[in-house]
């Protein structure tokens, strides 16, 4: 008798489990339904990309990549380079930017930002010089799915369009097809400033610091662009190039750096615009600009802190010639340890 009500009480047991199991199961799957509910009102897609780690809107939804769909006629987030505040007052930021083009987002290297802000300009006047000739044109469409297909894109957009010139008016004199696509450093700054979601720098009075510095340079057909830390479009490997010029100048002109305390003025300045694009333009070309004239244009007047610290930089780097004109019109030029304004 007592196996037998011992066997009974197990199986009683066991199917007691059983219903316990199928309504758990039941639940979820209830659960489940209300969830998958949920996620078409609110138009998921499971192709949809994420804002990357390391920005303030880290994880939430994004257009980039991705072909129509809901998010695109929503109202696109405007993610900004979160920041790691660490000894010294620095803010670390990720090695990339996020640029909006023609509603969309993509995550671009700073080298990938400026290529943009080339091509778009160059497409630009191309497309414009067409429609003077024929106010019918249209560029071609395209798909892509990463800045390196946007870019190209683009240039292939201004290549229809100078094509497009070129068959309507004929090659002209000497097969010359107008005047130099090359765009000004205004419109260069505008245009990158636009790209990156940055603040427009408006004409007349000098704007506030709020709308952050823009510096712009060029090397052969290569553009360039420096920010200051502050910007979102600033970069760890632009705080790390920074700390490291800072490291070398408190070593080699000690009467000059501050060593107290390493974040004051002028060692400021290693985190400006001006120092920033030529950390940059080093880093492409070999870890170097030895013997090359650089001239640099920047949308806000040089600092007290850059007049110092900025032609130790370039000797540092080699630079044999440097100048840098402010929109503003004033000019300067390095001359041995010193920033020298010339008008």
Not at 85 to 93: H, K, L, P, S, W
Not at 217 to 245: C, P, Q, W
Not at 313 to 337: C, D, F, K, P, Y
Request: aromatic share 6%; glycine share 10%; proline share 6%.
């Amino acid at each position: 008798m007592g196996r037998e009500a011992n066997a009974t009480s197990n199986e009683l047991k066991l199917n007691l489990l059983r219903s316990n199991y199928n309504l758990a199961l039941s639940r979820l799957h209830f659960a489940a339904l209300h969830l998958f509910s949920l996620i078409g009102k609110a138009g998921f897609r499971p192709d949809q990309l994420r804002v990357p780690r390391g920005y303030s809107t880290g994880g939430q939804w994004t257009d980039g990549g991705s072909n129509g769909g809901a998010s695109s006629r929503r109202r696109p987030v405007r993610p900004r380079a979160a920041g790691v505040r660490v000894a010294g007052g620095r803010t670390f930021r990720p090695s990339s930017n996020v640029v909006r083009v023609a509603g969309r987002t993509f995550i671009a290297t700073p080298t990938q930002s400026a290529r943009l802000v080339a091509a778009r300009l160059n497409a630009s006047r191309a497309i414009s010089r067409a429609r003077n000739v024929d106010p019918t044109y249209k560029p071609p469409a395209g798909l892509y799915e990463n800045v390196s297909g946007l870019i190209q894109h683009i240039r292939g957009q201004a290549r229809h369009a100078q094509a497009h010139v070129f068959r309507t008016n004929g090659p002209g004199i000497g097969h010359n097809q107008g005047p130099s696509l090359e765009s000004t450093p205004r419109e260069a700054i505008a245009t990158y400033r636009e790209i990156l979601s940055l603040p427009a720098i408006p004409r007349g009075p000098q704007p506030s610091k709020s709308f952050g510095t823009v510096s712009f340079a060029r090397i052969g057909k290569e553009l360039y662009f420096g920010v200051n830390s502050e910007s979102a479009a600033y970069t760890n490997v632009d705080s790390r190039a920074a700390a490291a010029m800072r490291e070398t100048l408190i070593q080699s002109n000690p009467e000059t750096m501050a060593r107290a305390n390493i974040g004051w003025r002028p060692n400021d300045a290693l985190y400006h615009a001006e120092a920033t694009i030529l950390f940059r333009m080093a880093a492409l070309n070999g870890g170097t600009l030895r013997g090359r004239d650089i001239e640099m244009t920047v949308d806000r007047p040089v600092c007290g802190s850059c007049q110092v610290i900025i032609p130790l930089v370039a000797q540092r780097l080699g630079i044999r010639n440097l100048t840098i004109r402010e929109l503003g019109g004033r000019v300067w030029t390095s001359r041995g340890n010193m920033l020298v304004r010339e008008r």
